[in-house]
């Protein structure tokens, strides 16, 4: 008897891999993972830092829903929070995925969908780009959603790892296809980071539509974990039935307050995503390495043999950067875009490696 389908693989560095290359976690620079570059608000540290440890944290998060719902103008009972959006994932599966079922997966993309549906029983059918910088085909999305009738489908906007940004009509479109058969997760977890984006919490007016937006990537809690969902009052009552209690610890409410609070610094790190994008994109013109352009706060360049190149980063350069080959592109390494000075380290880093081929 086998268990198990296989863990997730994601950008972050476990601390062994450095120990076993002698190098020290804390001196790596890490680009394989997607945050904003100024790290948490200073409002945010004193939150958590002042959070009572000994009591329990509001299984209801009541403060934490009001505060983004006063942010979105949404109604409290119609968002659920997480414990990272990955919690979210894992619950919707769990809530409305059977063994029998059918889902529906935009690839390449975040690796929990897959994992989730797996976890059902379910083995999602995916949908690859049409060859045309990484982007989909909408006519054949919606060919194969009333083919295979997916119970859930995952759609992630703007995409990991490619950095695709569909369009407003293109995306009602594909939760059309779907309204009289199944759900559609819009996993919004770059949203932030999107220059020039169209209002989501438009598509809340289908009721099979799903919003799933992280608060690790813009509020820089990786670490402290918190994301949320946006639905009807029904879908989210039925998720919350699956979540256990206390999944969303009490630093993690009063870090989400404080950063919803703090709108300039969100602002300021959005600012310096976009230097710090423009800056690798014009390096990676200079390099002649192709790159898709990104709406988030990642640039996918194509670089070669990408599991060499991130070996050689990190080992000889102290720089960790996602190789893509988990995504099924072996030529690709994505960049999280950092400070312009850790973005200046990597790119006299790489310009190393790749002369060195
Ligand atoms: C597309 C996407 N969705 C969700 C997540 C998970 O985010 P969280 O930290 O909120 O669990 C990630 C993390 O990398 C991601 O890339």
Same mark, same amino acid.
């Given at each position: 008897?086998?268990?198990?389908?296989?863990?997730?693989?994601?950008?972050?560095?476990?601390?062994?891999?450095?120990?076993?290359?002698?190098?020290?976690?804390?001196?790596?620079?890490?680009?394989?993972?997607?945050?904003?570059?100024?790290?948490?608000?200073?409002?945010?540290?004193?939150?958590?830092?002042?959070?009572?440890? /000994?009591?329990?944290?509001?299984?209801?998060?009541?403060?934490?829903?009001?505060?983004?719902?006063?942010?979105?103008?949404?109604?409290?009972?119609? $968002?659920? @929070?997480?414990?990272?959006?990955?919690?979210?994932?894992? +619950? !919707?599966?769990?809530?409305?995925?059977?063994? &029998?079922?059918?889902?529906? $997966?935009?690839?390449?993309?975040?690796?929990?969908?897959?994992?989730?549906?797996?976890?059902?029983?379910?083995?999602? @059918? /995916?949908? =690859?780009?049409?060859?045309?910088?990484?982007?989909?085909? @909408?006519?054949?999305?919606?060919?194969?959603? =009333?083919?295979?009738?997916?119970?859930?489908?995952?759609?992630?906007?703007?995409?990991?790892?490619?950095?695709?940004?569909?369009?407003?009509?293109?995306?009602?479109?594909?939760?059309?296809?779907?309204?009289?058969?199944?759900?559609?997760?819009?996993?919004?977890?770059? !949203?932030?980071?999107?220059?020039?984006?169209?209002?989501?919490?438009? !598509?809340?007016?289908?009721?099979?539509?799903?919003?799933?937006?992280?608060?690790?990537? &813009?509020?820089?809690?990786?670490?402290?974990?918190?994301?949320?969902?946006?639905?009807?009052?029904?879908?989210?009552?039925?998720?919350? *039935?699956?979540?256990?209690?206390?999944?969303?610890?009490?630093?993690? *409410?009063?870090?989400?307050?404080?950063? $919803?609070?703090?709108?300039?610094?969100?602002?300021?790190?959005?600012?310096?995503?976009?230097?710090?994008?423009?800056?690798?994109?014009?390096? /990676?013109?200079? +390099?002649? +390495?192709?790159?898709?352009?990104?709406? /988030?706060?990642?640039?996918?360049?194509?670089?070669?043999?990408?599991?060499? $190149?991130?070996?050689?980063?990190?080992?000889?350069?102290? @720089?960790?950067?996602?190789?893509?080959?988990?995504?099924?592109?072996?030529?690709?390494?994505?960049?999280?875009?950092?400070?312009?000075?850790?973005?200046?380290?990597?790119?006299?880093? +790489?310009?190393?490696?790749?002369?060195?081929?």
């Amino acid at each position: 008897m086998t268990f198990g389908i296989g863990r997730p693989m994601h950008g972050g560095l476990n601390s062994s891999e450095p120990r076993s290359l002698g190098l020290r976690h804390e001196d790596v620079l890490d680009f394989s993972i997607s945050v904003n570059p100024l790290g948490p608000s200073p409002l945010v540290i004193k939150a958590a830092n002042n959070a009572n440890l /000994a009591t329990y944290p509001d299984t209801d998060c009541v403060q934490l829903r009001s505060a983004i719902g006063r942010e979105l103008s949404a109604a409290p009972d119609s $968002i659920l @929070v997480g414990n990272g959006s990955t919690e979210l994932i894992h +619950l !919707l599966a769990r809530a409305f995925l059977k063994e &029998d079922d059918s889902a529906f $997966i935009f690839t390449p993309t975040f690796s929990e969908y897959k994992a989730a549906c797996r976890l059902q029983g379910v083995a999602p @059918v /995916a949908l =690859s780009p049409d060859g045309r910088q990484f982007q989909w085909d @909408v006519q054949a999305a919606i060919d194969a959603i =009333s083919q295979v009738k997916p119970a859930l489908s995952f759609l992630c906007n703007p995409n990991n790892p490619t950095g695709v940004y569909l369009r407003a009509d293109e995306v009602f479109e594909i939760a059309a296809a779907l309204r009289d058969i199944g759900l559609l997760v819009l996993d919004e977890a770059y !949203l932030s980071f999107v220059e020039k984006r169209w209002d989501s919490l438009e !598509l809340l007016t289908m009721p099979n539509v799903i919003l799933l937006r992280s608060m690790t990537k &813009d509020y820089a809690l990786t670490g402290l974990r918190l994301g949320y969902m946006l639905a009807t009052e029904d879908v989210v009552g039925h998720v919350k *039935q699956y979540q256990y209690s206390w999944s969303v610890n009490g630093p993690a *409410q009063a870090a989400g307050i404080a950063a $919803i609070s703090d709108g300039l610094h969100l602002e300021q790190g959005i600012e310096a995503v976009r230097i710090g994008k423009e800056y690798l994109a014009e390096v /990676a013109d200079l +390099l002649s +390495l192709d790159y898709a352009p990104s709406s /988030a706060n990642f640039l996918t360049l194509k670089v070669g043999r990408a599991t060499e $190149i991130r070996r050689r980063l990190l080992t000889n350069h102290s @720089v960790c950067v996602r190789d893509c080959t988990s995504f099924g592109l072996p030529e690709y390494v994505r960049i999280g875009i950092r400070s312009m000075d850790d973005n200046r380290k990597l790119v006299h880093a +790489l310009t190393k490696v790749l002369q060195d081929r």
